[in-house]
Antibody, heavy 121, light 107 residues
Framework: QLQLQESGPGLVKPSETLSLTCTVSGGSISTSDYYWGWIRQPPGQGLEWIASIHYSGSTYYNPSLKSRVTISVDTSKNQFSLKVNSVTAADTAVYYCARCYSRTSCYFVYWGQGALVTVSS | DIQMTQSPSTLSASVGDRVTITCRASQSISVWLAWYQQKSGKAPKLLIYKASNLESGVPSRFSGSGSGTEFTLTISSLQPDDFATYYC?????????FGQGTKVEIK
């Protein structure tokens, strides 16, 4: 059974960089069949797709976040990561990692449990 | 960018009611639409993909329809476990915009 687990600091100071890692178990990230993604959800609000990546390094970003976000993959560790630069309180959210259904259809079947990141001094 | 608009934002219903949630896309997305259910503190759960295909293990009281710009999620007979928030998501061109959500509350 595929499992995803987010990890990273739960508290980040304003203007600093938020960094999260998603560790995949029960399957390999190095398959041509899937994209892997990050989605976030501010407290009490809806879901926002952030970015997706293929193990080959091909990436797609939400245009509204693209200037501040970097998604990357480490196949040796079966992980992919997210960095958000210059964070503000508006970046406070639960961050989920997830796997797209396929390479061409990026709806999400498998999700991590989510990691709350608070931006505060 | 493709925008997704759900209606209503909140819906009050009773057990046994037929419930319909609408999702509209700002431009045609063919049938590239998914529906999710989310309960408090949990990750979303996939219900429907490609507008009308039921995900394995999802009860048959859930159904989806539509194409182009207008889509619906229907729960034929609302059960106590169905009180939750529902989201649509378009997945064209490797982007994945979600609707703002519809909260289904107990009437």
């Amino acid at each position: 059974q595929l499992q995803l687990q987010e990890s990273g600091p739960g508290l980040v100071k304003p203007s600093e960089t938020l960094s999260l890692t998603c560790t995949v178990s029960g399957g390999s990230i190095s398959t041509s069949d899937y994209y892997w993604g990050w989605i976030r959800q501010p407290p009490g609000q809806g879901l926002e797709w952030i970015a997706s990546i293929h193990y080959s390094g091909s990436t797609y970003y939400n245009p509204s976040l693209k200037s501040r976000v970097t998604i990357s993959v480490d196949t040796s560790k079966n992980q992919f990561s997210l960095k958000v630069n210059s964070v503000t309180a508006a970046d406070t959210a639960v961050y989920y990692c997830a796997r797209c259904y396929s390479r061409t259809s990026c709806y999400f079947v498998y999700w991590g449990q989510g990691a709350l990141v608070t931006v505060s001094s | 960018d493709i925008q997704m608009t759900q209606s209503p934002s909140t819906l009050s219903a009773s057990v046994g009611d037929r419930v319909t949630i609408t999702c509209r896309a700002s431009q045609s997305i063919s049938v590239w639409l998914a529906w999710y259910q989310q309960k408090s503190g949990k990750a979303p759960k996939l219900l429907i993909y490609k507008a009308s295909n039921l995900e394995s293990g999802v009860p048959s009281r859930f159904s989806g329809s539509g194409s182009g710009t207008e889509f619906t999620l229907t729960i034929s007979s609302l059960q106590p476990d169905d009180f939750a928030t529902y989201y649509c998501q378009q997945y064209t061109s490797y982007s994945g915009t979600f609707g703002q959500g519809t909260k289904v509350e107990i009437k």
